[in-house]
């Protein structure tokens, strides 16, 4: 009987020490303070300035000037990894372009901010393609920074989240696919979750798309809620 006692005592604690160590996991991986350099390159570019001088962009380029001098590869690493999506923006106008299937598509607002700062890969539809959980601002004389997730099907972008009615319309957004587990290898089939984080954004150079950011608090969540993308505070 004592054994048997011992037995369900010490399987109470491995539980114990388990659930520790998920919620461990799960706070190790979400970090302010952390420092990331987004991608700026000039891979693609003079193949992009080609295809966008053979089409009719119309409302897409509101009559900017689309000079390859200023256009620059900024795909984030896990979206080349993951998709054959790329992500072009101007660092003179901040105009964000992403060209799908030898299409160019207006990816997020940009006129008067950042235009794209970062985005993950995220099938929200669950239809088997990858979509775009986007963060990006924007705004003439009002500074804001909005979530969005541009479906790579139906090549619209969903507004998932705006901080111009917030007590802080101006303060810069991130967006983090976040593990459950805080290494590859254990995280391979548990859930991610997409947070949502306060960031200070600075410009290399004055080029505005070679951008680098430090997190400096999370704000919330984008979960899916009845086939729908949701933005959830942070409890």
Known sequence: M?????????VVILITLTACQTKN????????????TTSCTKDYVDEFISIIGKLELGDLTSGTKLEKEHCYNVTPLCVCAQTDIKI???????????????????????????????????????????????????????????????NTTTKESILVYDTLNTEDPSVDLVVEAVPLASSLKESQDL??????????????????????????GVVGSVVVENTTPVFKYNS
């Open 2 to 10: 004592k054994r048997i006692f011992c037995l369900i005592q010490t």
């Open 25 to 36: 996991n799960i706070s190790n991986n979400i970090e302010s303070n952390a420092d990331y």
């Open 88 to 150: 072009f923006k101007f660092s003179d106008s901040c105009l964000s372009l992403a060209l799908i299937d030898g299409e160019v598509y207006s990816v997020c607002d940009s006129f008067g901010g950042y235009g794209f700062v970062n985005a993950v890969p995220w099938d929200y539809d669950e239809d088997g393609n990858l979509d775009l959980l986007v963060a990006s601002s924007w705004g003439s004389g009002l500074h804001r920074s909005v979530i969005s997730v541009f």
């Open 191 to 216: 859930p991610i979750y997409y947070q949502v984080f306060t960031a200070k954004i600075e410009a290399k150079d004055n080029n505005l798309a070679d951008l680098s950011y430090t997190t400096t």
